[in-house]
């Protein structure tokens, strides 16, 4: 897979994880309520609520620096830019972000 | 109920911790001004700031006094289904990190503003930035009020004196810190806040029985019974399932939008600071929340074991109470600091937000020649303009301006985060679709809910107010006109859009870090249409009736 189109999958695939995480009474109206179904004393759909929504939310995270940072790596290494795609040559984009000034006002 | 009891029998107590704290923030503000060298200093800390320090301080800047005082009280009104829309506001950080905050970290802007200016041209820039200081100055607003009644209700103090005072004293410290100064305060008042909310709850949980008091966030779950025989509805759903897909188009997709969120991460010293910000942030705000809900839940089943139901102005002070009746004083004390804490680290954030779209971002466009020094002394004007203004206008608000702030991130879903997340992932979005959508997607948002024109208006009740059944018309239409409005302009506007095409290119691959340009990347058209398609049935089912 081309780095560009893991980049796609990466932030789409995290954009669900990140949903499911903090979304999760479409879970409960899919499956169901049950108050008798405990987790530590909690009705389930209650403690997936608190639970998930914080501490899978947070394992989401982790998960994505550590891709994210690797597929960062693989686009400004520019190897495959080099050879795959053949474009223009520009200088690294930095906080200084020089070259963004020169298109500064215009409409694009 | 008499509004004497919720007050501190002390006020000294309460007076003596703020003054304390104040001072500390001071103290913090003037050692940072003397970092303050230039206008990247003032409203992105120079971009110094580490991921741990960030994290506390965004936190920080999205805890507000609702935290405290509003959300223990509608959990009290809505039981679980409140639960479900604050947690997601987890998402935050997360998502706007995710989907534009290293690019734009990447391209060196101080705000949301400046992308769409570089992006689309200063007329977008103009639109963004009117909805932008809208949505911040309903939001200060609301927490300079809150501020002002909390030293009106909890120690007894006159309203009016108090805005004024505790509004000029914000302002000053703010000021005097910038950027640098409020990110450092803002990482104190975010441990303020965690301990406030956090050590006494597990004392009031100990008093009601808990057993896993010593981690409050999970540990009243021995107490289910009891509440399910004092109020068997408390854990169901209550609502249909339109009311939750209306908590992720409403507010999801709002909250990742907000600029001062956004400016936040933009002071991390480096991209992958910024996405180590995300972890840390969960973590801090997980745990927030997770205590919120733990004394939501305290304050339903102490309430229920009296036999009392509170009105809903008593419902605020939920979390006083229960540290009154089962805390020591000075413990009521700390958590009136924890509270104001909250409030001014969200201001903070807020201000130096609006100071600098008006003092880089507008003045830039209108003097672009400005020198920095220059620039930096419209900062300071423009950090103390807004705070006085603010201030102005909060002594006698506007009744619009005082809507609930969850109206205003249906707000920002329709007008603002299309023309952003849009314009960061695709080369083919131009300024007339993003400035159509936006301007559309947001006047129908106004023009629908009940707060302008109420005959106009669709639903009723909480979901009118709250903004939820006007977004899930208004979010779709703001990507779908977003969308085909730019490709109809691309198709009419023909040869002559080629220059502007390949300028986009050039900017919006580099901003995700390509070191070549292929011209080819982001330039699809198939997945903007599958969007459009996915928007349809959501708009279709919003323009049902409620």
Partial sequence: MSTYKKEAVLTIGFFVLYLLMAHTAPWAIILGIDNSVRVLGYPLHYFVAIAVGWFGVLGVSIAWNHLADKLDDEITSGAEALDEEGGITTPPAGPGASEFEQLKGKSL | MNEIVWQLPNVWIGIGIIVAVFCLYYGVAFYSRSGTHTTADLYVAGRSIGPVVNSLAAAATWMSVATFLGVVALIQQLHLPFVYMWIQLILSVPLLVLLYG????????????????????????????????????????????????????????????????????????????????????????????????????????????????????????????????????????????????????????????????????????????????????????????????????????????????????????????????????????????????????????LMIG????????????????????????????????????????????????????????????????????????????????????????????????????????????????LGFAAALITVPMGFILTVSISLAYEKLAGSAYQKVLTETHDLVEKMHGWPKVSGTRYAGTQWLWILCVLWVPVLIWGLQPW
């Fill in chain 2, 102 to 349: 290293a690019m734009f970290w990447r391209m060196g802007v101080f705000t949301s503003v400046s992308f769409v200016r570089i992006r689309y041209g200063q007329h977008a820039a103009y639109l963004a930035a009117a909805w932008m200081m809208l949505i911040m100055l309903m939001y200060m607003i609301g927490q300079f009020v809150g501020i002002a009644k909390v030293f009106e209700v909890l120690l007894g103090l006159p309203y009016m004196p108090s805005l004024i005072v505790s509004a000029l004293v914000i302002t000053g410290y703010i000021t005097i810190g910038g950027m640098k100064g409020a990110t450092y305060n803002d990482a104190i008042q975010m441990v303020i806040m965690m301990i406030a909310l956090v050590v006494p709850l597990a004392a009031i949980l100990q008093h009601l029985g808990a057993t896993g008091y010593w981690f409050p966030p999970l540990g009243y779950g021995n107490m289910t019974d009891i509440m399910l025989s004092k109020i068997p509805a408390f854990f169901d759903l209550k609502f249909d399932p339109r009311f939750y897909l209306a908590l992720f188009v409403a507010l999801t997709l709002g909250i990742l939008g907000l600029p001062q969120l956004a400016q936040r991460v933009l002071t991390s010293s480096s991209i992958k600071a910024a996405r180590r910000v995300v972890p840390w942030f969960c973590l801090w705000v997980g745990l927030a929340f997770s205590a919120t809900y733990a004394m939501g839940f305290a304050g339903v089943f102490h309430f229920a074991s009296l036999g009392q139901v509170l009105p809903p102005e008593a419902a605020d002070k939920t979390t006083l109470l229960l540290n009154l009746a089962y805390n020591p004083q000075w413990v009521s004390g700390f958590v009136i600091a924890g509270v104001l804490a909250a409030g001014v680290s969200t201001i903070a954030g």
């Fill in chain 2, 354 to 465: 609006v100071a600098t779209i008006v003092g880089h971002d507008i003045i830039g466009m209108l003097k672009p020649d400005l020198s920095d020094q220059k620039r930096l002394r419209w900062g300071y004007v423009g950090l103390a303009g807004t705070g006085i203004v603010s201030l102005l206008i909060s002594l006698d608000p506007p009744a619009f301006l005082i809507v609930s702030i969850f109206w205003a991130f249906g707000m920002c879903a329709s007008a603002v985060t299309p023309m952003i997340v849009l314009g960061a992932w695709s080369t083919r979005i131009n300024r007339v679709g993003a400035i159509s959508g936006s301007i559309i997607a947001g006047l129908f948002y106004i023009a629908l809910s009940p707060y302008v024109f109420p005959d106009f208006s669709i639903g009723s009740g909480l979901i009118a107010k």
